[in-house]
């Protein structure tokens, strides 16, 4: 079975105002003499964040036992410093200005931003799927690139910045498009032609190592992964564990039908550039370009033309169920974004706070062992993941 794992970060926000709260500090010294969580977290880029790099993974319910006990230990932590640990894209209320973690890399990488700092208050979700080779990485984000409008659409979940409604379901889509690198990785022939175009960008603009290359998706530099990097951050255990699970099956299904008439060989780059903006805006409200016929579809049909075409990796890794079921509920609850907007509108602000900082019990299908035992290092002898923490130290 094909490993995975978990970047997620956490943004700590004041009660009252939901603006960053810089209690990084205190909160992750308590999260590190936590037993099973503490080798797994770290600083992010902002002193209000929190950052969860996972073990590795074999199951779902693996996965969803270790991120339950993070997000609890983490809301505990961030309680007795009197602020909430919210999962989400960007803040409702942003700091301004943003207070970066005082380590050279992040104030080099500040300085290089300038204004575009005061915005990069984003929060991510970050899943790593195990990959036999950089060659396989790179079949996998040639055939990845064209889906990931599609699973952004499923992850929208940063609907509000400076206290209003953006009109967007993924603000911190809108946010990362400004960067030197942003959207989807261009198709590469191989993997030499991955490293040669990637260490071209190091030094052009904002790009100051391969680490700061913001595509959507790209090969890790320190697992043997392929790194899906579109998704916010997301207000529930069940929805992190989700999109992991359908990004494997996606890399699984891409690989084995490299080659084959079955995958589309390539969608326009501009017609993806702007697919990604459909997304980030109306997420699963609209339509979305659907990558096997490059033209608009209800964005019921295409989620439903993904699942099907994962299906047989889903089935293989006994996914599918959940998948399904997480899916009808997308459609009819809405992602974050619309539950977020959902709250404001029926109770304002006290109702989008207690939204926030509620720890889902998410645990329905909730099969697995917490790392420690048989979950770390269950990897498949062809998927070279290592039993280590998922640790990335780009801020994006």
């Known amino acids: 079975m094909t490993t995975f794992g978990i970047e997620e970060e956490l943004m700590l926000v004041h009660p009252g105002s939901l603006s960053p709260a810089n209690a990084a500090v205190p909160v992750i010294e308590e999260l590190r003499h936590h037993r099973g969580i503490g080798p797994y977290v770290s600083h992010e880029y902002l002193a209000s964040q929190v950052e969860f790099s996972s073990p590795v993974f074999a ?71 195990g990959v036999r080779s950089r060659s ?130 390539d969608v326009d780059p501009e017609l993806l550039d702007a697919s990604l903006w459909l997304a980030c805006r109306d997420g699963l409200t609209g339509d979305l370009v659907h990558p096997l016929r490059a033209e608009l579809a209800p964005a ?29 509920r997308l459609f009819h609850e809405g992602a974050g974004a619309e539950r977020q907007r959902r709250a404001m509108q029926t109770g304002g602000r006290r109702a989008l706070r207690t939204l926030l900082q509620g720890v889902p019990s998410g645990a329905t299908h909730n099969q697995g062992t917490f790392p420690g035992s048989n979950a770390r290092g269950a990897t498949r002898t062809d998927t070279a993941l290592t039993d280590t923490a998922l640790i990335d130290t780009a801020p994006l």
């Open 300 to 328: 019921k049909d295409v989620v439903s033309a993904l699942i099907d075409l994962s299906r047989d990796a889903l089935v293989e890794s006994g996914d599918e169920p959940r998948v399904r079921t997480k899916v009808d």
């Open 59 to 129: 199951s779902a319910g693996q996965a969803e036992t270790m991120t339950l006990a993070f997000r609890k230990a983490a809301t505990d932590a961030a309680q007795r410093q009197g602020v909430i640990a919210a999962s989400v894209g960007v803040p409702f209320q942003p700091a301004n200005p943003p207070l970066v973690t005082d380590v050279p890399r992040y104030r080099r990488i500040a300085a290089d931003h300038g204004a575009i700092t005061l915005g990069h208050q984003v929060n991510a979700l970050h899943v790593h799927v």
């Open 136 to 265: 396989d990485g790179v079949v996998a984000l040639n055939g990845l690139r064209v889906w990931l409008p599609v699973l952004l659409a499923l992850s929208g979940n940063s609907p509000f910045w400076q206290g209003r409604d953006t009109g967007f379901a993924s603000w911190r889509s809108v946010q990362m498009r400004r960067w030197t690198t942003a959207g989807c990785p261009p198709m590469m022939f191989d993997e030499q032609d991955y490293r040669r175009r990637t260490t071209a960008l190091v030094g052009v603009g904002g790009t100051t190592d391969v680490r700061t290359i913001a595509w959507n998706a790209r090969l890790s530099e320190d697992n043997p992964t392929v790194e899906i990097r579109v998704f916010d951050a997301q207000l529930d255990v069940d929805d992190t564990v989700f999109l992991a699970v359908i990004s494997r099956a996606l890399t699984d299904t891409v690989i084995r039908s490299a080659g084959n008439d079955r995958l589309p060989n």
